[in-house]
């Protein structure tokens, strides 16, 4: 029995948790060759969860480890970032105000553990 298929069910991977989620999208070879897997991830996309946190208007911090990470630009793309776990979750309106980042219209940023560490200690404190 062969193990491919001409049709698969698109996966994408949360660039927040990493969870490999159905987007509910079929895929078809259009030659009808058996090319696909049962399951095929086709690149990064939030899972249900952080996409409705989104669009509530709040950012995910991401800790991740820069050293480990590939910067290109000054940046850490999500499919480069080596995270470290811990995930924070900021409405827009305040992160402008932590970071004076106005006008930043990403929905997730890559930290590194030191101000992770801030926001937990100053979590605990309220």
Same mark, same amino acid.
Request: hydrophobic share 30%; charged share 30%.
């Given at each position: 029995?062969c193990?491919?298929?001409?049709?698969s069910?698109?996966?994408?991977?949360c660039?927040?948790c990493g969870?490999?989620?159905?987007?509910?999208t079929?895929?078809?070879?259009r030659r009808?060759k058996?090319t696909?897997?049962?399951? =095929? *991830?086709?690149?990064?996309?939030?899972? %249900? !969860?952080h996409q409705?946190l989104c669009d509530?208007?709040y950012?995910a911090l991401? &800790?991740?480890?820069?050293?480990k990470? =590939? *910067?290109?630009?000054g940046t850490?793309? %999500? !499919?480069?970032?080596y995270?470290?776990g811990?995930?924070?979750h900021?409405?827009? &309106?305040?992160?402008?105000?932590?970071?004076d980042k106005k006008?930043c219209?990403?929905?997730i940023?890559f930290?590194?553990?030191?101000?992770?560490?801030?926001?937990e200690?100053?979590?605990?404190?309220?």
């Amino acid at each position: 029995m062969c193990d491919k298929s001409y049709v698969s069910i698109e996966q994408k991977i949360c660039p927040v948790c990493g969870v490999t989620h159905d987007t509910g999208t079929i895929l078809l070879d259009r030659r009808l060759k058996n090319t696909f897997q049962r399951n =095929t *991830v086709t690149g990064l996309g939030f899972c %249900p !969860e952080h996409q409705k946190l989104c669009d509530d208007g709040y950012i995910a911090l991401v &800790e991740c480890d820069e050293k480990k990470s =590939t *910067v290109r630009n000054g940046t850490i793309a %999500p !499919e480069d970032a080596y995270r470290l776990g811990r995930i924070a979750h900021v409405k827009r &309106e305040v992160f402008y105000e932590l970071f004076d980042k106005k006008g930043c219209d990403s929905p997730i940023m890559f930290v590194d553990s030191e101000l992770m560490d801030k926001l937990e200690n100053n979590n605990k404190e309220n």
